[in-house]
């Protein structure tokens, strides 16, 4: 069963740091590109970035780049979302999904399976 | 960036009748390689999103066939044969021709 599990719940304050786990498993991790969604809460969904965990290509989102940095660790088939400096506006549920073997057409592009989402709590 | 919208954004439903939500993107979603990568998507409350349809119209493994998707170029629809309550949720358009992808704002289903 190809599955994402990701990293539990985490309460944070302003200005801590945090990295945030989804683990593949499956299938072939190195194969497939990874992306990253923010929800806050109550609200809807909004793509954060995405990396092919084969040779770590990443591409952020023009509202997300320089605030967040996506990995990825193929030994260990885990890709990550950190923060180096957490704001109360990060506080978001972030999901994993697993994306096609290539974002730049390969006829696969699409997004299934999804982890299960890391809740995160930013307050003083 | 391609920008989603949906319509409506709330829709109460009665059990067993139709439901159909309208995606449009702000230009066309066909891809260079010939393909149209919009996905529709369910998020039931308090659960994570589902894939339900990929590339326009293709049920994914395990949705039930009173999902179904059409649509080309930028105009595009999701549509319930026959509502059942376990389709409530808040149903997403998500374009990946183009990248940042994007996603619609939501439409809330819920029963009348």
């Known amino acids: 069963e190809v599955q994402l599990v990701q990293s539990g719940a985490e309460v944070k304050k302003p200005g801590e740091s945090l990295k945030i786990s989804c683990k593949g498993s499956?299938?072939?991790?190195?194969?497939?590109?990874i992306g990253w969604v923010r929800q806050m809460p109550g609200k809807g969904l909004e793509w954060m970035g995405i990396?092919?965990?084969?040779?770590?290509?990443?591409r952020y989102s023009p509202s997300f780049q320089g605030q967040v940095t996506i990995s990825a660790d193929k030994s260990i088939s885990t890709a990550y979302l950190q923060w180096s400096s957490l704001k109360a506006s990060d506080t978001a549920m972030y999901y994993c999904a697993r994306g096609g073997t290539s974002i730049y057409g390969s006829g696969n592009n699409w997004f299934d399976p999804w982890g299960q989402g890391t809740l995160v709590t930013v307050s003083s | 960036d391609i920008v989603m919208t949906q319509t409506p954004l709330s829709s109460p439903v009665t059990l067993g009748q139709p439901a159909s939500i309208s995606c449009r993107s702000s230009q066309s979603l066909v891809h260079s390689d010939g393909n149209t990568y919009l996905s529709w998507l369910q998020q039931r409350p308090g659960q994570p999103p589902r894939l339900l349809i990929y590339?326009?119209?293709n049920r994914f493994s395990g949705v039930p066939d009173r999902f179904s998707g059409s649509g080309a170029g930028t105009d595009f629809t999701l549509k319930i044969s026959r509502v059942e309550a376990e389709d409530v949720g808040v149903y997403y358009c998500m374009q990946a021709t183009q990248f940042p992808f994007t996603f619609g704002p939501g439409t809330k289903v819920d029963i009348k």
């Open positions: 590339k326009i119209s």
């Open positions: 990396i092919y965990p084969g040779d770590s290509d990443t």
């Open positions: 499956g299938y072939s991790f190195t194969s497939y590109w």
